[in-house]
């Protein structure tokens, strides 16, 4: 076999494992809108950062179905999912587990690790800013690093693993903000807004009568860990890679933002440009492309950059925003 003919011969297995994926992908999203209703965004946003093997954080007032889009999630993609409540007296324990003293019936005593909920291959961390800086360090470290180390032994994590953390914008007495190096370990942050009227109708209706609607899987974990292996292997056309280079570059101060760089303190390092080159290429593959746009540049701008910059004390006190600051620099790229 030749060179030419072994690189189609590549080129044929990558886009049949790639059809096959994005049409279990948009089955797995199907299968969320028929229980989640109004969020088409959210959900596309969550699907996205799995896909390309992050984590997000999901901002958005209690009772917008945060808790159960993660519940459906779980069930969609075969995953094993679990719940964390963070409150002020969460111990890093009470996430990552422990090691017991048992003793055996023969009286030999040994320790042994009793496994904590981030054992799970979706975890979702409920109102994450409850706990204390040491408990959030704890789960942010093991997202960055897949295992955790107690009395000096390491346990990886399972794959994949996946964080969703949420947050409420309100009642931010006794809370304890992400730190901003902390914040970087998401990949996304995705605003969860309320529904539209007609969302809303429907929630009514689904949700108050006798029968409700449950999930139904979609697919397994292995399909998931073969999705986002492909994902990693679909090409970027130049104009994308350099659309993505523009706009990290400009979101930072200095010469590369030009006038809006006066308006920036700090802005995205490097993980942002990685971030979005994954997630670019999850999006395309769940709309059946093989190949991301600059449109998929533009539409994920603003939920990987957001959380990874801000402005200057001068350029709040002005009124400008940060999405406002974004969509800026993404008007010099659209």
Known sequence: MSGTDAVEKLEDVIIRSAEQASAQIRAARDAIATVIFGQDRVVENTLVTILAGGHALLIGVPGLAKTKLVE???????????????????????????????????????????AGPVFAQLLMADEINRASPRTQSALLQAMQEQHITVAGARHDLPKPFHVLATQNPLEQEGTYPLPEAQ???????????????????RILFETTGADETLAKAAMTAEALIGAQRLVRRLPVGDSVVEAILTLVRSARPGPDAGATGKLIAWGPGPRASQSLMLAVRARALIDGRLIPSIDDVLDLAEP???????????????????????????????
């Open 304 to 334: 990987i950059l957001k959380h990874r910059m801000a402005l200057t004390f001068a350029a709040r006190a002005e009124g400008h925003t940060v999405p406002a600051v974004i969509g800026q620099l993404k008007s010099r790229i659209g």
């Open 183 to 201: 914040l970087d370990r998401f990949l996304m942050e995705i605003d969860v807004d309320y529904p539209d009227r007609d969302a809303e109708r």
């Open 72 to 114: 459906t999630l779980g069930t969609t993609l075969g995953l094993d999912a679990k719940r964390i409540q963070f409150t002020p007296d969460l111990m890093p324990s009470d996430i990552l587990g422990a090691e017991v003293l048992e003793e055996s019936a023969t009286g030999k005593r040994s320790f042994r690790f009793i």
